[in-house]
């Protein structure tokens, strides 16, 4: 099992980091541009049961990711983990801390690779670098719509 964490502080509260996750448009407004993604569905918002699909292409491979949250702990957190999708598993936990009166955002995914260790060992650090590059985005526009 790999993992992977990136936080930030936000300089705004975290009712205001919330409201903006709980936006029918936030998921798109998240993805990167270089990234070739298509967001299929987002149903529930970010509570308990909620389910998003999107379809990802990588050259000549595409396939459909679905994601179903299954915690939600409003204004702190919520989990969403992966029901199909190229990940054997695939867990990520979104925190929303509060520090005097900004936020800390959090991102914790914990996920692994079908083929098992071997396969985590070799593609690990790609996957990772990758995240670290989507993460740093996704930071950068949260800040830009919340401070």
């Known amino acids: 099992m790999l ?20 936006r029918h448009d936030v998921v798109q407004l998240l993805i990167p541009p270089w990234q070739p993604i298509q967001v ?3 149903q529930g918002g970010l509570y308990i049961g909620a389910i998003t699909e999107f379809r990802c292409v990588l050259g000549a491979l595409s396939f459909t990711w679905v994601a179903r949250h299954t915690e939600c702990e409003e204004y702190r957190f919520f989990t969403d983990e ?4 190229p990940f054997e598993f695939w867990r ?15 991102d914790e995914i914990d996920f692994s690779m079908p ?8 593609t690990g650090w790609l996957i990772k ?4 590059a989507m993460f740093r985005y996704r930071h950068q526009v949260t800040t830009q719509e919340c401070e």
């Open 3 to 22: 993992n992977f964490k990136h936080s930030s502080i936000i300089n705004a509260p975290v009712e205001v980091l919330w409201k903006f996750y709980q």
């Open 40 to 42: 299929i569905r987002r």
């Open 82 to 85: 992966l029901i199909s999708g």
């Open 92 to 106: 990520h936990v979104h925190k929303f801390e509060p520090e005097n009166s900004k936020t800390r955002l959090t």
């Open 115 to 122: 083929g098992g260790d071997t396969v985590d060992f070799f």
């Open 129 to 132: 670098s990758q995240l670290e």
